[in-house]
């Protein structure tokens, strides 16, 4: 949750029957819609933190938190509710950047409610995992054709559950996050850059903050080929410089140089293989799918068994291009013989071709998208998680696999589990 709010959704839809089955991406011929169920209009006004975001959202320089019909919405002006774009060509439906948020109200149950709030016992647990409705609709007369659920994973990150120790270990007793804030700007100030962030008045009204970090550092998850700039120095009134570097190699690199300081001062063990004091902490086991399950040699597989510990992470410079392509960990790096045969001379076209995982597809026409049959990156299915698994046992008459039943899009074909498989 150091970015802002924000989930994107995607969904294909398969037409069954006929001869072959057709990935239906025509707005003319159908249409998407999404609804949130966890968030509502009324519960995040009503959440003292998503309303403070609503407040600060334009301060960081994201333009207002309400569109024109006085609707919350999200960075791309995604709304809570609403249609899903086509990907004409693509075959599959999207909505950027809707505005979801940890659920603290009454419509998670108290066992939905497992991500701890690391600013104290006074405020309540959270649902990171929240509900979102998909149904597809005929154009031509508005009969509802098809509905399924899937799951919109959002959380805090665990910066607090040391940060708080940082400021106090710096004078701050008793620390709130605002002392944690000064503190860390103090130490930007100190041993980075010379300026100290929480100093930085970017709206003018006489009160330090709110800093967007990525004005200065480069964050490609915000759609940016370079830091926008524009933060001035509170006294010379001259324009700071931007950095070079993006956002998250300098958060990740400087915890990795500093590990040992970490350790010592702060009783952080293991910040090179500890990824869950960060991503996203607070209790929240978001690697929750069948790779959990699986033995990676040493133990159960962990996130750097795909992804690589933190100084294997910065030693490769795969932090200069987060979120990129390039970056991400290849099926193929494990499932070397999985994949589409290529029937000019029989051998395997691997996963990745489109994009790793997130993006890739293959099958009829390169097609389906590997997450529409797999599950979501972290939730690969079966998922620990039950309501992950909700379109498996629906599609799949309560098998707890991938989708992996023919019959499920080619109506007559074989209704055993991957036979054939791929």
């Known amino acids: ?47 003292p933190y998503y309303s403070k975001w609503m407040e ?49 109200s009454d419509n998670s149950t108290s066992a939905e409610k497992v991500m701890i709030d690391a600013l104290g016992t006074n405020n309540p647990n959270r649902n990171p995992y929240l509900s979102v409705n998909v149904n597809v609709y005929d154009q031509s007369n508005d009969e509802l054709l098809a509905s399924t659920t899937t799951v919109a994973p959002v959380a805090f ?7 708080l120790q940082v400021a106090e270990n710096n004078g701050r007793f008793d620390p709130t996050p605002r002392d944690s804030f000064e503190v860390m700007g103090e130490l930007h100030e100190a041993n980075s850059s010379g300026i100290n962030i929480a100093q930085i008045d970017p709206d003018g009204d006489g009160q330090p ?36 570097f993006t956002f998250s190699d300098v958060l990740h690199r400087g915890h990795q140089e ?22 996203p902490g607070n209790g929240v086991d978001c690697f929750r799918g069948h790779h959990t399950n699986k033995d990676a040699g040493s133990g159960p597989m962990w996130c750097t068994d795909c992804h690589g510990d933190l100084d294997q992470r910065v030693a490769e410079g795969q932090l200069e291009q987060p979120w990129s392509d390039a970056t991400l960990p290849a099926c193929e790096d494990c499932h070397r013989n999985t994949g589409e045969l290529d029937p000019s001379d029989g051998t395997y076209l691997h996963m990745g071709v489109f994009g790793r995982y997130l993006n890739s597809r293959g099958h009829k026409n390169d097609k389906i998208l590997c997450s529409t049959c797999h599950g979501a990156p972290h939730a690969r299915y079966p998922s620990n998680l039950a309501k992950d698994n909700h379109q498996i046992e629906m599609l799949q008459l309560g098998l707890m696999n991938p989708i992996g039943i023919c019959d499920v899009c080619h109506t007559g074909k074989s209704s055993t589990w991957r036979v054939p498989q791929h």
Not at 14 to 25: A, C, F, K, M, Q
Not at 75 to 86: Q, R, S, V
Not at 157 to 163: E, M, P, S, T
Request: proline share 7%; aromatic share 6%.
């Open 258 to 279: 500093k590990q040992e300081l970490i350790a010592a001062e702060y009783g952080q063990k293991d910040i090179v293989n500890g990824c869950y004091n960060c991503h």
């Open 157 to 163: 990150g665990g910066c607090c559950n040391c940060h």
């Open 56 to 104: 600060m959202m334009p301060k960081y320089g994201f333009g207002p938190a309400e569109n024109a019909d006085g609707l919350i919405q999200g960075l791309t002006g995604a709304t809570l509710d609403g249609e899903m774009e086509a990907k004409t060509g693509e075959g599959w439906w999207e909505v950027v950047g809707v505005p979801l948020f940890p659920d603290v």
């Open 209 to 244: 903050g709110p800093v967007r970090c990525s004005v200065c550092h480069l964050d490609p998850a915000m759609g940016e080929s370079v830091a926008p700039g524009g933060y001035t120095d509170s006294v010379t009134g001259e324009a700071l410089p931007i950095s070079q």
């Open 1 to 47: 949750m150091l970015l802002p709010p924000f989930n994107t959704l995607r969904a294909q839809v398969i037409e069954r029957g006929g001869r072959s089955p057709v990935v239906l991406d025509d707005p003319t011929d159908i249409r998407v819609e999404y609804d949130t169920v966890e968030n509502t209009e009324a519960s995040l006004r009503a959440d």
